[in-house]
Nanobody
């Protein structure tokens, strides 16, 4: 599976962005997908994840209620809709995919097998 993240940019606090993670490969529709982010000088952190069918989603507390993850398996794409953005959301956002993850492991980056290149989101105050 190859992943391509896109949709980042420079926005003001309170604005919205939608990130996309486009995948190639036959196994994508059977894979869970997660979004992670890494801010300058900080460790990578979990943002959101979605299971293979899209029926279950998971969020970090810091983004719950503001971000929505979804997927369109027909288009091999996962989306991260980000609303009410805050300066602390500034980071490089990465999407990742893996098969066979149990729910507890969806929040942990080391369990993912495939990673996209990242897209930068900058939120100004």
């Amino acid at each position: 599976v190859q992943l391509q993240a896109s949709g980042g940019g420079l926005v003001q606090a309170g604005d919205s962005l939608r990130l996309s993670c486009a995948a190639s490969g036959r196994t994508f529709s059977g894979s869970a997908v997660g979004w992670f982010r890494q801010a300058p000088g900080k460790e990578r952190e979990f943002v959101a994840a979605i299971n293979w069918s899209g029926g279950n989603t998971y969020y970090a507390d810091s983004v719950k209620g503001r971000f929505t993850i979804s997927r369109d398996n027909a288009k091999n794409t996962v989306y991260l809709q980000m609303n009410s953005l805050k300066p602390e959301d500034t980071a490089v956002y990465y999407c990742a995919a893996a098969r066979g993850l149990v729910p507890n492991n969806l929040r942990v980056g080391i369990y993912y097998d495939y990673w996209g290149q990242g897209t930068l989101v900058t939120v100004s105050s």
